[in-house]
Nanobody
Framework: QVQLVESGGGLVQAGGSLRLSCGASGRTFSTYAMGWFRQAPGKERDVVAAISWNGTSTYYTDSVKGRFTISRDNAKNTLYLQMNSLKPEDTAVYYC??????????????????WGQGTQVTVSS
């Protein structure tokens, strides 16, 4: 198993930037494909970005393309989400997730078996 802990959320003005981190412990981090998801109040949890186990392949939902960057440092057991040009509609609780179902960057939430507790991101207008 793997345990995940997110950090880096907070309050930022529209147009600003934040970097989320997700620290992993337990089984070897490099054997998991990883993803970032978010859930806004009253809405379903949706994928934001995903990355393959070795970081060479990524996926982004359309609304964040060109603004967000997912990356990982397997030596530090850490997943990142760099968020630039933030918009009020990016406000949500952000979760990192891990899957051992294969190396590719999975976009489907059901593939992921391990989740962090979430970190709040609030973008003011």
């Amino acid at each position: 198993q793997v345990q995940l802990v997110e950090s880096g959320g907070g309050l930022v003005q529209a147009g600003g930037s934040l970097r989320l981190s997700c620290g992993a412990s337990g089984r070897t981090f490099s054997t998991y494909a990883m993803g970032w998801f978010r859930q806004a109040p009253g809405k379903e949890r949706d994928v934001v970005a995903a990355i393959s186990w070795n970081g060479t392949s990524t996926y982004y939902t359309d609304s964040v393309k060109g603004r967000f960057t997912i990356s990982r440092d397997n030596a530090k057991n850490t997943l990142y989400l760099q968020m630039n040009s933030l918009k009020p509609e990016d406000t949500a609780v952000y979760y990192c997730a891990a899957t051992d179902r294969g190396p590719t960057p999975w976009a489907h939430m059901g593939i992921y078996g391990y989740w962090g507790q979430g970190t709040q991101v609030t973008v003011s207008s």
